[in-house]
């Protein structure tokens, strides 16, 4: 009755006042005599004016910055994807992406829809809308760095980053030699073309550099402090040289600048000693999400774009000041970790991508038509390479590290990444660079940063040794070793108490190890820690609970499923548990239209059907990852279906296939260790078929008769299942009730399914 005088109410105030409101424009019509309205038409009939109209529309300066922007996010991401599958920063495939997008690709070849994508009317709108995203993201960098590591690490660390950019700048200054009378614009001065060069082959890229070192679990390791403060104190100290730079290349002389450089160390002077310790009390005060309210977050960000604004007035670039902003934010992890998630999103997801487009429409990679200017291209990589990888180990070596580590510290501080674009960018903008030499310096910055990985690969291999990251304290193989990888630190509790059922009575003859791991562009260098304890906080609280010894790992990787597949493989591991994944479009529309779960978008999906391989993965009940690993683990991998999973009382393991027959092990253990009441449904009479499962059975009958009871014409229905709290199934039965989308799958309890070594 409520909704039936909700709809007449609803009725009778739209028809009313729609009827009102047709009267006054009715009314209003006649007001119109006199006031030159114009009514002729032109012509054209409705459709074409609704054509005209819609290209009107496509040609208007936001819809081709929003197009911009769609295509630019969509080739960035899937560029990014393809390097992360082949190891390398996902830094790399977006920069590509850029140059992809640009005159050396696009430009070329589809010169049409390069012109109606990147007009040149639109280019001015892209470059502030990166430069936006560089000043956030430069922000971001600030507060990264962690000031107490210079502090704790400095001396051997400083030597280290210190060599390091002046023995890159002294040859790079040597290279401006040779080359400026070929190669630099007219009417810039040899000192700032030199200059430019020197500094552009000093950079380190801390960011990409903080992550290979995590991603490779060098971070808690001394060879890893060391790198990550070279690399610290090489941040820091390039950008102030980059800061005293561009004040000498705008001044037009040393002496001139001199008044810029008095600015900008008053201008340091001001934020450490006056705003650093103002914005320290603000964050002390406000450091949890519900104290930190938005006329707070206003003075964090007002305070980010004055300094900016304040850099760019005295001549020495926005970026100095935004990343000087980031330096003095308040030392809280707390206050700095919800502040970066407030900025990093939208500064690396959104506008990041189109400065890295941005700078491939000014990369003519095409310029370097002839062999002479590759061969100078070959000659800036080298000097680059030279210049920073040697001039690192050489001083890493000359303070008393052995050949692997300071090879390693060469081969880490010679990335450059993002981080030389943003100088090269800014040598572009001052008219320091040539196109061609900038077309140079980028392939330099891409070299030099791919080159990273397969370095390191290539020192570990000439001294012998393999990284590994399995604990000490599960090296010695025990009878049985269970490995726990989980993604959401809430459920692994079930995990850990289905694994403890398993291994509850071995006490040292098993082990249980607890990894995490978290994709390397999420975790940030200066918070690992704290992330880490609280990502294990929940499964550790659980372990004391249940009275269970665990082992925790924890790692950054580039490509997730392949690092917990291969510390599967590498450990002495019996057994891989996880958690089922699923699609984000599982349930969903587009998935139901699309097929998007497994079939249409997943790239890795289209390289399986051209090998012939798609077979394998062609189960649409797991997300793309979980197949991965059931695909390619040597272990035996158990997924785990939590359905407010408590405990492993009552345990049902039905035998539908042959398959099924090899899970009885895992019931003998469920009842040896947590004296499980099992029951196994046998409606195929497959179990007398096997004498290997018959003696398995009847040896647990001997010690626990009353534990384990076998049927083979009970039915399952809802009663039996609602008093399981779980079921074992091998994934061939589990496929098999899922295309027969068998009845009594929505009542199943919490279900482990099993998938045998082979």
């Not at 552009?200 to 992550?211: E, N």
């Not at 590759?374 to 690192?392: C, D, H, N, P, R």
């Not at 599967?568 to 089922?580: K, M, Q, S």
């Not at 647990?700 to 079921?727: C, K, M």
Request: charged share 15%; with cysteine; hydrophobic share 50%.
């Amino acid at each position: 009755m409520k909704n039936i005088k909700s709809s007449i109410f609803y009725i009778g105030i739209i028809g009313s006042f729609s009827l009102l409101i047709y009267w006054i424009i009715s009314k209003g019509t006649g007001m119109e005599v006199g006031r030159q309205i114009a009514t002729e038409r032109s012509g054209k009939s409705q459709w074409e004016e609704f054509i005209l109209t819609l290209l009107h529309n496509l040609q208007h300066p936001l819809a081709i910055l929003l197009a911009q922007i769609i295509i630019i996010i969509l080739v960035a991401r899937v560029f990014g994807w393809l390097f992360k599958k082949i190891g390398q920063p996902t830094v790399i495939g977006e920069i590509i992406a850029g140059i992809a997008l640009g005159p050396s690709f696009l430009g070329m070849y589809f010169p049409e829809f390069s012109a109606a994508l990147f007009p040149v009317a639109s280019l001015s709108n892209l470059q502030f809308l990166s430069q936006i995203g560089l000043i956030l993201f430069m922000f971001i960098i600030g507060m990264e760095l962690d000031l107490k590591v210079l502090q704790n690490k400095a001396h051997d660390a400083i030597v280290i980053s210190h060599a390091s950019i002046i023995f890159p700048f002294a040859l790079g200054v040597g290279l401006a030699y040779i080359i400026y009378s070929t190669f630099a614009p007219m009417g810039v001065e040899f000192s700032s073309f030199a200059l430019f060069i020197g500094i552009s082959m000093s950079i380190t890229a801390f960011p990409v550099l903080a992550r290979i070192v995590q991603e490779r679990n060098l971070q808690k390791t001394k060879l890893g402090t060391i790198v990550i403060t070279c690399a610290a104190a090489d941040d820091i100290t390039a950008w102030c040289i980059l800061a005293a730079v561009i004040a000498i290349v705008k001044a037009g002389s040393f002496w001139s600048s001199l008044y810029i450089i008095v600015l900008a160390v008053g201008y340091v002077f001001l934020m450490v000693k006056l705003v650093r310790p103002f914005l320290k009390r603000i964050g002390d005060m406000h450091a949890t999400r519900e104290n930190l309210s938005k006329p707070i977050v206003a003075i964090f960000f007002l305070t980010l774009i004055i300094s900016a604004y304040l850099t760019e007035v005295i001549g020495i670039h926005a970026l100095f000041g935004a990343f000087m902003a980031g330096a003095i934010m308040p030392e809280n992890n707390k206050f700095r970790n919800i502040f970066i998630e407030k900025v990093e999103d939208v500064a690396l997801v959104l506008l990041l991508p189109l400065f890295f487009v941005y700078t491939g429409l000014r990369t003519q990679i095409g310029l370097l038509d002839e062999p002479y200017l590759w061969q100078v291209a070959g000659l800036i990589i080298l000097v680059a390479v030279v210049g920073k990888f040697v001039g690192s180990a050489l001083a890493a070596r000359f303070v008393g590290q052995n050949w692997k580590d300071s090879l390693t510290i060469g081969a880490l501080m010679n990335t450059r990444g993002l981080m030389e674009l943003v100088v090269l960018n800014i040598g572009y903008d001052l008219g320091v660079l040539s196109p061609e030499i900038f077309a140079m310096m980028v392939i330099m910055a891409l070299v030099t940063t791919f080159m990273t990985g397969p370095a390191l690969d290539l020192i570990n291999k000439i001294f012998h040794k393999k990284d590994t990251i399995i604990p000490d304290e599960i090296s010695m193989v025990g009878k049985y070793n269970i490995l726990i990888s989980f993604g959401n630190p809430e459920r692994a509790r079930s995990l850990l108490r289905l694994a403890h059922g398993l291994v509850k009575k071995l006490d040292k003859s098993s082990s249980i190890t607890a990894m995490h791991l978290t994709p390397t562009n999420d975790l940030h260098q200066y918070n690992a820690d704290q992330y880490e304890m609280e990502t294990f906080e929940p499964i550790i609280d659980e372990s004391k609970q249940i009275n269970q010894k665990i082992t925790t790992l924890f790692k950054a990787a580039n490509n997730m499923e392949s690092e917990v597949v291969d510390i599967a493989n590498e450990g002495p591991y019996d057994l891989l548990l996880i958690g089922v994944g699923q699609s984000i479009y599982e349930g969903s529309v587009l998935g139901k239209i699309f097929g998007f779960t497994t079939r249409i978008i997943n790239p890795e999906k289209l390289i399986y059907q051209v090998m012939g391989k798609e077979s394998l993965l062609e189960n649409p009940m797991f997300s793309y990852s979980t197949q991965q690993i059931l695909h390619r683990a040597k272990i035996s991998v158990g997924v785990f279906i939590d359905k407010k999973f408590e405990k492993v009382d009552h345990i049902l393991l039905p035998i539908f296939t042959a398959n099924d027959l090899a899970l009885v092990k895992y019931a003998q253990k469920f009842i040896h260790n947590a004296q499980s009441q099992v029951i196994i449904l046998d409606p195929h009479s497959l179990v007398p078929k096997s004498t290997a499962t018959m003696e398995l059975i009847r040896a647990v009958e001997q010690v626990a008769p009353n534990h384990i009871s076998r049927y083979e014409n009970r039915e399952i229905d809802n009663e039996l299942l609602a008093s399981q709290d779980l079921v074992l199934l091998s994934m061939e039965s589990w496929r098999q009730l899922f295309d027969e989308k068998n009845i009594w799958l929505s009542h199943i309890p919490s279900t482990l399914l099993i998938k045998e070594r082979e």
